[in-house]
């Protein structure tokens, strides 16, 4: 899938564990987890703006785009 989730990263520099996000923004860490594996479909954007807002980013930061992962799909 081309759209990446980088929330690990975001994760490791703000030495967040996965659970106190959870907490944070009222995920559950199932959901929390497809996402931050980049297996979910789609987000909504509420859930967007709560993880923004607990982590102190952007979008942009947290979602990328990357041609080459489709180019070697097909």
Request: aromatic content about 2%.
């Amino acid at each position: 899938m081309p759209i990446r989730v980088t929330l690990d990263r975001m994760l490791l520099e703000r030495r967040m564990s996965l659970t106190e996000l959870c907490d944070r923004v009222g995920i559950t860490m199932a959901n929390l987890s497809i996402l931050k594996t980049g297996k979910a479909k789609a987000v909504r954007f509420s859930t967007l703006e709560a993880l923004c807002r607990e982590l102190g980013c952007q979008p942009g930061d947290l979602l990328s785009f990357d041609d080459e992962d489709e180019d070697a799909a097909e």
